[in-house]
């Protein structure tokens, strides 16, 4: 399968503890993008990489959520000292090449469950 | 600021009749509109994109949408549902830089048999 791949699918953890997430973009897309969805919302927006830089966040990232692209290639994303209002699902997307109408391609997704 | 609007969270149709799922969209330049549906337990996968070619897109199993800029709508449509259609749908808008997706709150479509 060459799609987005996303690790773990499925994360309970006590509030309080720290979380960290993995994606895994198409091969060679240089770009990578994390959604947050809730119960009944549409997915928002949280932040971008073009390859190994991270070019924009969201205000929904606050100073406990961080991410990183390292190489340009898999990405992480780390909830520290989580909260119950974290709980949602976390979906990772890459795309390719530049400009408008640029198909981005999502993952699975990991559901993240505070209690 | 860019932003869709579906109008409906849920819409029931019998399988066999056609699918009406309706999106306005707020934008202050030229928008790249898209349509993404989300089975459960599976990824969102893309539809059909609004390329500005023209303005009625053709899509995956048989949607289809059509940019109206008089009415700032992007209605999805299908002449025939099937059960396997059942699923959540989102119109989604792109920022002015084309990375950035601006989700709806998404339709869930029920199919009855």
């Known amino acids: 399968d060459t799609g987005v791949s996303q690790d773990p699918r499925h994360k309970i953890t006590k509030r309080g503890q720290n979380v960290t997430f993995r994606c895994d973009p198409i091969?060679?897309?240089?770009?990578l993008y994390w959604y947050r969805q809730t119960l009944g919302q549409g997915p928002e927006f949280l932040t971008y990489?073009?390859?190994?830089?991270?070019?924009?966040k969201s205000r929904l990232l606050s100073d406990r959520f961080s991410a990183e692209r390292p190489k340009g290639s898999f990405s992480t994303l780390e909830i520290q000292r989580t909260e119950q209002g974290d709980s949602a699902m976390y979906l990772c997307?890459?795309?390719?090449?530049?400009?408008?109408?640029?198909?981005?391609?999502f993952g699975q997704g990991t559901r993240l469950t505070v209690v | 600021a860019q932003s869709v609007t579906q109008l409906d969270s849920h819409v029931s149709v019998s399988e066999g009749t056609p699918v009406l799922l309706r999106c306005n969209y707020s934008?202050?330049?030229?928008?790249?509109l898209f349509w993404y549906v989300q089975h459960p337990n599976k990824g969102l996968q893309l539809l059909l994109k609004?390329?500005?070619?023209?303005?009625l897109v053709k899509g995956i199993n048989g949607f289809e949408a059509e940019f109206k800029k008089s009415e700032t709508s992007f209605h999805l449509t299908k002449p025939s549902a099937h059960m396997s259609d059942a699923a959540e749908y989102f119109c989604?808008?792109?920022?002015?830089?084309?990375?950035?997706?601006?989700f709806g709150t998404g339709t869930r479509l029920k199919v009855l048999a």
């Open positions: 609004y390329t500005s070619a023209a303005t």
């Open positions: 091969s060679e897309h240089n770009r």
């Open positions: 997307a890459s795309s390719s090449g530049t400009g408008l109408n640029t198909e981005a391609f």
């Open positions: 990489f073009q390859n190994e830089a991270q070019l924009e």
């Open positions: 989604v808008v792109s920022d002015r830089w084309g990375y950035k997706y601006i």
């Open positions: 934008s202050s330049y030229s928008p790249s």
